[in-house]
C-alpha cells in the first residue's frame, strides 16, 4: 500500500462468475476516499466484465466496516482536503454505480457495519451476516448526518419508527434483530459466509431471489399523514434532549423530504444537509471527542516502549463504603474474581449488600437476567483480614480520606501482598507520595482515581507519581479498558486533574451569589449551556460534607486563589446538608423534585457580612453568556495550570476529563477545546479584567497570560505554541 494512501479495495473474479470487492483499512476498514474511489473502480470493472455476472462486499479480517473515515471530516474542516462534489459518492457511486447497476450486490457482513458500512451495504440488494455482527447508524454521536443515503435506505428497510430510533439514538442492533426487521436477508456462520453471499448473488442473477433495491422499497412506509406525526413527535424529543445542537434536526430534514418528495430528492437533501453539518462547531467538538477518547491511552514514554499489560487475575479492595462498592461491582461485571476487606462483620455485610444493590438494579430494569447476577455477586468474597491478600495481583484502597490510616494500610499490603502486586489507592485529594512514605514500593504505588457512582461513571483517572513504573500503568490502562472505563493518565497533584481544575468552577458560583448574582440563573444557565446540572444542584447532590472537605483541601494548597465562602459551612451549621437531608440550596420532595427555598437567602446575606464584600449591580444583572464566562473561565485557568505543570500530557486528556469526570458538553469538545474556540487572548483579557476588580481568584496564570497576550491557542504543545508566538 503507498504509504500516502489510505486503505484500498482488492477484486477477485471467482470462476463463478462473482467478483468478491473486500474492503481494506485496518483497523476497522474504515471508508477513507481511497478505499471509495477504489471501490469505484472495481465496480465499473466488474460491470463492464463479460465473466462477472454478479458482486460480493466484503470487510477485511472479520469487519465488514466502521464507517466513513472519520479524519476526513477533521481534513475538510481544516481544508486540507477538498470535499467532493456534494452527493458525488451518495448519489454518483452508491446509488446509480452500484444499486442500479444491471449486475446485483450482495453484502456479506462480519463483525460490524457502522455508519458508511451498512449504508454501503443497504445499497446492495441483499445482505448476509454473521451472528452477533453489529449493525448501526452512530453518525449523530460525531456531529455529522447519515451521509451515504442511510436516512433513506434505513426507514424503507426497517420501517420509519425502528429508523428514527436507531438513527437519534445512535444505537446498533444485533445481526439476529437486523433479520428480524428485514435489514438482514439471512445469517449465517463466519465460515459460511462467502459462499452463502455468493450464492444468493447468482440466485439473485437467476431470479430464484428477489432483486430489491432497498431505495425503492414502500412496503415499510407509514402512510403520509401518519408519517409526519412520527417526524413531527422525534422533532420534539430531539429539540428536548439536544437543544443545542442543530444537525439532529438537519437529519431528520433529510428524512421527511424523502418520506414527502420521494427518495431521490431524499438524498440530494441529505447530501446537502451532510455537507452543511460538517462545518458546525458542535460537529468539530464530537469529532475531536472521538480521537481524543481513544487518544488517552497513548502516553509518551510509557504506552510506546513495547510493555505489554500483566494479566490481572485477582484484585482486592479496601474499604466497602460507597466507593469500594462501586469499584468492587465494576471489577465483577467484566469478570474479575475480587476480595472486598471491611472493618467487622457489620460493615462488611453493608458492602457487600451495596454491591448486590447495585446488580440488583440491573436485574430489575431487565438488563441482567437473574443467573448472570448470581454467576456474577459469586465473584465476590468478603475478608476482615488480609490473609487472602497473598495471591492477588492488584489492591484498590478506597477507605475513609485519612492519611495515617492509608499509610498504615499501605505498610500491611506490603508485607501481605505478592511483589508484583499493585497497590492502587482511591484517594480524591492525598498526595500518593505520602501514602506510600512508610512503604519501599513506591513504583508500584499508584492512584486509580474513579468517579461515583463507580459502576456508572465512565473516567478512571490514573495518577502517577515520579516513582510509578510504566509498566504499572501499563496494566491499569489495561484493567480501565476492561472494565470499559476511559482511562486518563495525570500527575499527582491535589485533586489531579478532574478535581482541580473544577475546584473553581463552585467558588466562582459562591462568589457570584454572594455579590448578589441568583443562585438559581446561575444553575438554569449552566444547564443551558450543557452541564448535566448547574453548581449549586451538583453540591446538594455531592453532599456539604464532602463539598467542604474538597474546598478545605484546596484552600490549604491553593490560598492565593481560592475564594472562601461560608455559604456552605453556614448552612451546614443549620443541619442543611444537601439532597440528603432534603435542603440545600434546595428544597427536596419525597420525589428528589428540587424547588427553590426563599428561606437561601438569609444564609447567602450572613456569609455576605461574614466575606464583608457588597452586592455588585453589574453582578445582580448577569447576561447568561457572562454567567458561563465567569464560572468558566476561572475553569480554563486552572486547566491552563494543570497543562503547564505537565500533569496532564496532552490538552485532549482534559478535554476528555472534563466531558467524563464532570459531565461538560461533549458538542463543546472538552474545557481546552471549548476555551480555543473562544480564544485565549479574549479569556485572557476577560480574567484580567476581574482580577483587577474582585481579586486574585480571577487572576490568569502565567501560561494563559503569555498565550492569551499573543492569542495563541491553549491546546497547543508547548513548542508548538511558542513557535506560533
Ligand atoms: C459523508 C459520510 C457519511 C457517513 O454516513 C458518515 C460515517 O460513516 S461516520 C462514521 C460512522 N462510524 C462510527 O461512528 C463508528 C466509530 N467507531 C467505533 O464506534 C469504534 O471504533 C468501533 C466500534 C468500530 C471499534 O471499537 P474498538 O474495537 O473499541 O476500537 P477503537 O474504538 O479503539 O478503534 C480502533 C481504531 O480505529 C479507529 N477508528 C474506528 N472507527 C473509525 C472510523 N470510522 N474512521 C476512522 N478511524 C476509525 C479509532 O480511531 C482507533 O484508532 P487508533 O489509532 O487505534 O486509536
Ligand atoms: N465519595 C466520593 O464521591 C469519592 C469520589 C472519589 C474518591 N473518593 C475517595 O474514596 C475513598 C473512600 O471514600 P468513600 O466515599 O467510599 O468513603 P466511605 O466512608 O463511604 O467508605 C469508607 C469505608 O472504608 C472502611 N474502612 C475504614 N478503614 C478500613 C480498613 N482499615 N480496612 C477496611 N476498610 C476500612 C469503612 O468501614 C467504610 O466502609 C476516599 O479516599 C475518598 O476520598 C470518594
Redesign the pocket.
Known sequence: MDSRTKGKTVMEVGGDGVAVITLINP??N??SFDVLYNLKSNYEEALSRNDVKAIVITGAKGKFS??????GFGEIQKGTRKEPKVGY??IDIITDLLEAARKPSVAAIDG?A????L?LSMACHARISTPGA?LG???L??G?????G?TQRLPRLVGLTKALEMILTSKPVRAEEGHSLGLIDAVVPSAELLTTARRWALDIVERRKPWISSLLKTDKLPPLGEAREILKFARGQTRKQAPNMKHPLMCLDALETGIVSGPRVGLEKEAEV?SQVISLDTTKGLIHV??SQ??TV?VPGVTDRGLMPRKIKKVAIIGGGLMGSGIATALILSSYPVILKEVNEKFLEAGIGRVKANLQSRVRKGSMSKEKFEKTMSLLKGSLDYESFRDVDMVIEAVIENISLKQQIFADLEKYCPQHCILASNTSTIDLNKIGERTKSQDRIVGAHFFSPAHVMPLLEIVRTNHTSAQVIVDLLDVGKKIKKTPVVVGNCTGFAVNRMFFPYTQAAMFLVERGADPYLIDSAVSKFGMPMGPFRLCDLVGFGVAIATATQFIENFPERTYKSMIIPLMQEDKRAGEATRKGFYLYDDKRKAKPDPELKKYIEKARSISGGNVDPKLVKLSEKEIIEMTFFPVVNEACRVFAEGIAVKAADLDIAAIMGMGFPPYRGGIMFWADSIGSKYIYSRLDEWSKTYGDFFKPCAFLAERGSKGAPLSAPVEQARSRL
Open positions: 483497523p476497522v474504515s471508508l466502521g464507517g466513513f473515515d472519520i479524519s459518492i451518495s460490524l457502522l455508519g458508511g458500512g449504508e453489529q447508524l452512530p453518525e454521536q460525531l455529522v448526518i447519515p451521509g451515504f442511510g451532510g472521538f480521537f481513544r487518544g497513548k
